[in-house]
């Protein structure tokens, strides 16, 4: 008996076994995700927008996969953002505390907002305009992201700001 053939069976055997699960998980994710899909019912054009596989997926992660968490997380991103109307924020309204902060790529690719708060030109009393830039900042990031990228990093500039400001954000 040939040992070399013996090994090449085996190898191959190997790479079948971890062929057919990597498959099984690709099939329990999307299960999983159809599982999610189910919670939250029926989505509208709008609201399907925020909800792709990937987005699905990450809810997933952020709930260690459970299913009925990530459905409830995601049910209140949608609620929040019928509420809140993030794709309505336009540059206009955010312009002016723009100055307060840039957009770069680091060395892998990854996005990287880099904000100074003490700059902004927002008063303390006018927090509602704030939440709107950081919103609008994020949300222009993720958009913005190249394919298959799912990183980005927010370095924010805190020096000189105190902890009642952040308190009353």
């Avoid at 919670?39 to 927008?49: A, C, F, P, T, Y």
């Avoid at 990450?58 to 260690?64: I, Q, V």
Wanted: glycine share 2%; charged share 30%; aromatic share 6%.
């Amino acid at each position: 008996m040939d040992l070399r053939c013996v090994s090449e069976d085996k190898k191959k055997t190997a790479s079948t076994g971890h062929d057919e699960m990597v498959v099984s998980q690709e099939q329990q994710a999307k299960i999983t995700i159809t599982e999610v899909r189910e919670l939250i019912g029926q989505l509208s054009d709008k609201e399907s927008v925020y909800c792709s596989d990937a987005s699905i997926s990450s809810y997933l992660m952020s709930r260690n996969s459970n299913v009925k968490k990530a459905a409830q997380m995601l049910k209140q991103s949608m609620k929040w953002r019928k509420k809140f109307k993030p794709e309505e924020i336009r540059w206009m309204y955010v312009a002016a505390d723009e100055e307060s902060g840039s957009i770069y790529q680091d060395k892998y690719g990854r996005t990287v907002i880099v904000s100074t708060p003490r700059r902004m030109n927002s008063k303390s009393t006018e927090r509602h305009r704030l939440i709107k830039h950081f919103v609008h900042c994020l949300e222009n990031a993720i958009l913005n992201l190249p394919p298959h990228q799912e990183q980005l990093v927010w370095l924010i500039d805190l020096n000189g700001i105190k902890m009642s400001d952040i308190a009353s954000l």
